[in-house]
Structures are given as structure tokens and as C-alpha cells.
């Protein structure tokens, strides 16, 4: 090991060496030229190669120069307490620093940051942001040599002039009109903890965003200004002064592509590509947008709902439409407003992305889905009363349009109208924490709190609505699971690709088989007469499958369905979102929007549009897996001394010895999706009798 750390010193040294020979100073006013990034929309559909128009823009550089002398003293020492209080009093780069290096090239880890200003400013200026031994290397000898060449106020200004502050800002002169509304002479010690604070993490740090974290770290740089004797002791009891609101400077042709810009954003610094880079690094980003569908999710929303949204201005509509199988996102409308309108309203919330909304009927599927991986065949049947008391007093009723008791339903029909009262035992029946388990493996992500209550089968809870499509889409690609992603590939100044959003995990979550049945179950929702998603048939007989949803009060309305080419949902709430934002009151579903209505419509209208020119599919027929639970009683024979039995026999109840699983409990009612009165069974039930016992087996072939 000493040997290796010694070999390791002896050629980092002779490293630099050789680096330091051939390294030369570019003057300042060669820093490397900062550009615009370029989002383009994905190739046309039918074609994987190229790219298609371009989508937007990111990055109009905001930068102005300013000499140092015309940077407040109160900034400038600001600065120095957040980045390097030793710049004045010691050489251009850090000795910590270069062990460090030294260590994680022998350990074999990621290289760390902690550089002084001097090596800061090297770095941002002629250096790439890539973490490697040879970029540092660089960066040192650029350090030492920028020391030798410029006095640390030369330096100083230099690195105020180049560094990124947040928001666009590029220098400390535009960093104080974007968070302050002032100029760089002006900023006082308060002013300019909060901006020097930002270097570190500028989009994360920002107060606006982050209030807690930013004031965390603006006490921390007060902090060492009084240390340091460049701000009085009593700053450090003070509390940061609030920013002004971060102004969007964008140039974008519509909400949805700002909306979709945004996306490109969170999904490119969610896999290590920085803010810096997107906002000024020339890049070239192509999406997995197909610029006609995307055209057809803003005709079917704005069509249907053009009247809905004149008298309900506070209407917010999502819609995500993906590839099944592979993720790539082909669609996406993230709201009708993005910043404010006219009246003074304000949006920046995405309706796919960013919102949660109560999943009502649609999280159904996922019952369902854990059902048949229990064994249970789409032919068992079950009691569908008008209401049920479940243990715990949890009462569950139907829709008020079901007439009555509904009498035995298989889930086939059970799933066609939403029955609630067959789906919220059956959940518990299953046991609900199967239910949960079957919900992270189709898409809802682990910091979506699932509630382990009855309820959860009514969609009580709140999911981001791009996972509901993720979940549909597992299904149309017969149980194959891969990640959403909305861009296909980044390319850098230099053409090379440092991102690609197909590398993603691409897996089977659930048995072909058991898609196969779901979707067969789904698709009933469509064609049966009575089905609750009627309204979304699609154009010429094209099989689909979905499923409506409808939270209690009308909170949120929903349909989610797809092809085997697309799945898709859409998702409709109001304002916030709340107990008190109902869908009533809205033109073309004045009662309430139930998800068989306006959400069906849209769908319909964007699926007919997005599937036209492409050929008719058909899905797998289904394989009718597991065992068949007949819970229907057999009616009792009229006894005739011709007919009766002349022997006694043995009478037992074969659901008694085999029992059933459980789940938990929890509080409310749930409203289910029917849209027209069902025909009660020849056969119901005593709406007294007690909870549904276990069911007997029977042959699933016969």
C-alpha cells in the first residue's frame, strides 16, 4: 500500500510537471464563449434516427462585467466567507485539496470539490466540469500560474465577473439585479451572504425555493464574516433578507413548452448534468417528443375543454402518453396556463409531474392486478351489494347511479362498472399490503405514501400522474416495466453524447399471463354497454383497454387506457386540489366530472389523433389464469318426494376450510365510475347478510 501511495505521488508530481510545461494562460477575455442549449423535438414518427424541429431554447446568457472597485467591500468579503477566507494570505491552490486528489486517484472514488477561488475560477473558466484526475491536474497548474501572472484583486474579479449565481445570472452584477433588484456596488453584507451562499448550489440554494436549506447557509457565511472581522457580531442573530420572485425571462411559444422545458431540466440534473451546463453549455438535446402527437394532446385537451376552462379558469388538466415497453415519452400537456395570465393568475405547477392527485378508480387496476397474481381467476365471483360495512365499521357504497344491489358480478363485469363494493373487500381479501407491493412494482414510486387502509383501492391516496401512466403501460407492454424518461440523447459543444435517456432499467415486473388477463378485464370497461369508460371507444373498432376513476366530492377525475402502441392517462382537477376544489359546476359535466366523462373524451379525442395512420393491433387473447371463486350461493331446490334424497348426507361449506387473506382498515366512503344504472343479477344477495365469505373452487376451463 505505501509503495502504491508513493508510485501514485511520484506520478501526480511528474504529472504536473509535464502539464505545467505545456499549459499556457489564456488571457481573461478568452474565456471560453458561452451558448445556448437547443431542445429538440424526437425524430418523426415511424423513424429512430436524427432529431426532429427544434422544441425550445434554454440559456440566453445574463452576464454584465463590472471592474472590482464597482463590487460592494460588504460582497466581495461575502464571498470570500462562503468560498476561501484565505485567499488573500495564501497561494492559488489548496494543499488539502491536492491530497485529496492524490487519495481518490489511489482509492479509485470520484474526485471532490473544495477548491479556493483561484482553482474555482480556473476551472469555470477554461475547464470542462468533468471529474477527472487529469482535468484536476490541470486546474492546479492553471492556478499556480494564474497566481503568478494576476494579483489576487485581478483574480478576485475575474472569478465575480465568470461564477454562476442561480436564476440565469452569470456574474455578480447580474446575480444582484436577479435576487435583489440592485447593482453590484450597492449590495449590503446581508445581500451578499445570501448571493455567496448560492455558489455552492445555486438552484437548490435558492431562498425562493429553498428557504430552509438557504437560511442554513446564509448563517453559516455570516458566520464567518464576524469571525473574520468583515461584518459586526450582531449579523450573526439577524435572519436573511427575503429575494425578490425569480423573473422568467424564457422565450417559449406555449404553456406546454415550457412545461415540457422543464421536464428536460429536472431530468438532466436528476442524472448529474448541472444547471451551469444546461444554461451555458451549447448543449444539444433531443427528445423522445413526436412533435404530431404532442400537437394532438394540446388539440384534445383545448378541444373538448375550451368551453369547460372559459368558465372554470382555475380547471387544471394533465395528459402523458408513453411508449410501452421503452419508456420514451411521446406526449405531454403539463397545464393551459405557465406563469401568469391576463387576470393575474399563476401556474408553474406541472399537471403530470408535479401535481399529486387522488387516483380514485384508475388505482383499481392495480387490485386487480394483484388478484390475479393471487391466484384468482377473472371468472370468480363476488357479492356486489349496494353497500357494504366491512370490519372496523368501514362502510363502502356504490355509485348513486348503480340501481340498488347489483347481485354476484365476476371481475370482468365487476371491473366494466367500477363496482366498489366488489373491489374494496376483494382488496382486503388479498391483503393490502400485496396491493401496495403490487403498486411500487408497476410504477408508484416509494415516496408516494400509500396508506395501508381499505381505502387504497379507491385511490385515496395521491399519486403524481405520470406513475399512473407508467403503471398502464406495464400492462399494454404485457408486464414489461421501463423507466419514463423524455430525453433520448445530450450532445455537448463537441457533438459527443454524454446522456442517453434509454439507458434505463428495463425489466419484467409482472407474468405476461397476468397482463394479459388485466388488460382482457380492461378492455370490458370500453366495449360493455354499460362499461363506465364507454365514451373512450376508439375510432373504427381499434381495441383499447382503460379505466375511469372518480375521487369522493368530485375532487379529481380521471382515464387512463392504452393500445399496444401507446398508454396514456389523463388526469383533471381543481386549483390546489383540495377538499374544497370540486369538479362541479363544469360545462358538458354539470353534476360533477365523473372519469367516463370529459377525462374519457379527452383521451379518446388525442388516442383517435396520435393512432392514425398506424395499423390495427390486437391484444393478446387472455389466459383465464389462476382458480375461479364461485361465492355465489346455489339457489335451494324445491324438494319433491321424487327428487329428494333418500339417504342423509354431510353438508359443509368448503370457503370455511380454506379461508382468505386480510388487509387493513381505514376511514371513508368511495365513490366508483358508473355512468348508467346496471341490471341487478337474477341472484342477489340479503343486502343484511354479512361480509362475503371465502369462495369455493371451481375448474377455470369449464
Known sequence: MLAGVF???????????????????P?????????????????????????GDELARIGTVNRTDVPLAQVSKEMQHAVLAAEDKNFYHEPGISPKGIARAIYVNVSGGELQG???????????????????????????????????????????????????????????????????????????????????????????????????????????????????????????????????????????????????????????????ITEDQINRGGLRITTTIDKG?????????????????????????????????????????GGSLYGKDAQGREQYEDNV????????ST???????????????????????????????????????????????????????SINTVYVPLGQDIGVKNVIATARLLGIRDSTALEQVAGITLGKDNVYPIDMTTVYSVLASKGVQAKPHMVEKVQDGSGQVIYSGADQNVKQVIPASVARDATYALQSVITDPTGTGHRAALAG?????????????????????????????????????????????????TDGVYGGTL????????????????????????????????NEPAPTPTMTPSTAPSTGGVDFNLGDLLGGGNGGNGGGNGNGDGQQPQQPGANRPNPNRSPRPAGIFVDPFK
Open 7 to 25: 508510485s501514485s505521488v511520484l506520478l501526480f508530481v511528474a504529472g504536473i510537471a509535464v502539464v505545467y510545461a505545456a499549459t499556457q494562460v
Open 27 to 51: 488571457l481573461p477575455g478568452e474565456v471560453k464563449t458561452d451558448q445556448t442549449s437547443i431542445i429538440f423535438y424526437g425524430p418523426p414518427a415511424g423513424s429512430n434516427q436524427g432529431t
Open 114 to 272: 473544495g477548491s479556493t477561488i483561484t482553482q474555482q475560477y480556473a476551472k469555470n473558466a477554461y475547464l470542462t466540469q468533468e471529474r477527472t484526475f487529469t482535468r484536476k491536474m490541470r486546474e492546479i497548474v492553471l492556478a499556480v500560474k494564474l497566481d503568478q501572472k494576476y494579483s489576487k484583486d485581478q483574480i478576485l474579479g475575474f472569478y465575480l465577473n465568470t461564477i454562476y449565481f442561480g436564476r440565469g445570472a452569470y456574474g455578480i452584477e447580474a446575480a444582484a439585479k436577479a435576487y435583489f433588484n440592485t447593482t453590484a456596488a450597492d449590495l449590503t453584507a446581508q445581500q451578499g451572504a445570501v448571493i455567496a451562499g448560492l455558489i455552492r448550489s445555486p438552484n437548490y440554494l435558492d431562498p425562493a425555493k429553498n428557504p430552509g436549506p438557504a437560511a442554513s447557509r446564509w448563517h453559516d457565511v455570516v458566520a464567518t464574516m464576524a469571525a473574520e472581522g468583515w461584518a459586526p457580531p450582531s449579523i450573526t442573530s439577524e435572519q436573511p433578507p427575503p429575494v425578490i420572485p425569480k423573473a422568467d425571462n424564457a422565450t417559449t411559444s406555449s404553456a406546454q413548452v415550457a412545461y415540457i422545458r422543464d421536464e428536460v431540466k429536472r431530468e438532466l440534473m436528476a442524472n448529474g
Open 293 to 333: 402527437r404532442q400537437m394532438a394532446a394540446f388539440n384534445a385537451v383545448s378541444g373538448v375543454l375550451s368551453t369547460a376552462y372559459a368558465a372554470v379558469p382555475d380547471l387544471r388538466t394533465g395528459l402523458s402518453a408513453v411508449e410501452p415497453g421503452t419508456g420514451r415519452i411521446l406526449a405531454w400537456y
Open 353 to 360: 409531474s408535479r401535481a399529486q392527485v387522488q387516483s380514485a
Open 363 to 417: 388505482f383499481k387496476t392495480i387490485t386487480l392486478v394483484t388478484a390475479l397474481q393471487k391466484n384468482i381467476n377473472l371468472k370468480s365471483t363476488f357479492a356486489a351489494p349496494a353497500k357494504i360495512t366491512l370490519p372496523g365499521n368501514y362502510i363502502v357504497n356504490n355509485d348513486e347511479s348503480d340501481a340498488g344491489d347489483l347481485g354476484y358480478k365476476d371481475l370482468i363485469k365487476a371491473t366494466a362498472g
Open 541 to 589: 373498432g381499434r381495441e383499447a383497454a382503460g379505466k375511469t376513476g372518480t375521487s369522493s366530492d368530485f375532487r379529481s377525475a380521471w382515464f387512463c387506457g392504452y393500445t399496444k402502441e401507446i398508454a396514456s392517462c389523463v388526469d383533471m382537477f381543481r386549483g390546489k386540489g383540495e377538499n374544497k376544489d370540486t369538479l362541479k359546476g363544469i360545462p358538458g359535466a
Open 599 to 630: 377525462p374519457a373524451k379527452v383521451w379518446k379525442a388525442f388516442m383517435d389523433a396520435a393512432l392514425q395512420g398506424v395499423p390495427k393491433s390486437k391484444f393478446d387473447p387472455p389466459a383465464f389464469g389462476g382458480l375461479v371463486q364461485d
